[in-house]
């Protein structure tokens, strides 16, 4: 959220957000943002003039972004688990760990009655195999208990 009125950060996260990406919701750090503006297309408004040529090398990278039945599968377990966590920190350590080896986690704050958990996933992943290499990569990282889950 953008503050324009008041002093302060001109940038502002939700707490959602910030135990998204692993940092502590209300403590103030350097963000670099990038806005991405995904542009919709229906396939009955492509005119020939945008279509790629069969001489065109860009024409494998154009149809690979889009998803077919073969290649995007409805997963009943898109995410992976990679613990739970009853201190907090340890569930951001884990965060900051696989940031690093290029892997974006999600950090979930739950509750079971009074006691407060942290649960450290990633995804979604689109296919099994997507899903097969994230796990390997994921347990040969250390995280031995790491699983598919639901969200």
């Not at 919709?40 to 494998?60: C, G, R």
């Not at 979604?124 to 994921?138: A, D």
């Amino acid at each position: 959220r953008r503050e324009l009125e008041s002093a302060g950060p001109s940038f502002h996260v939700s707490s959602k957000a910030a135990t998204a990406l692993g940092l502590t919701a209300g403590f103030p750090v350097n963000l670099k943002v990038t806005a991405i503006r995904k542009r919709m297309v229906k396939p009955n408004q492509i005119s020939n003039t945008n279509a790629p040529s069969k001489n065109n090398s860009n024409s494998a990278k154009m149809s690979a972004n889009v998803p077919t039945s073969k290649t995007s599968e409805k997963l009943k377990k898109p995410f992976i688990q990679l613990g739970i966590f009853t201190i907090e920190k340890n569930a951001i350590n884990t965060g900051i760990n696989m940031r690093r080896m290029g892997i974006t986690p999600m950090i979930k704050e739950q509750k079971l009655g009074e006691k407060k958990f942290w649960r450290v996933i990633v995804g979604p992943v689109r296919s099994q195999q997507e899903r097969k290499t994230l796990l390997k990569t994921i347990i040969s990282a250390g995280f031995k208990d790491a699983y598919a889950v639901t969200h």
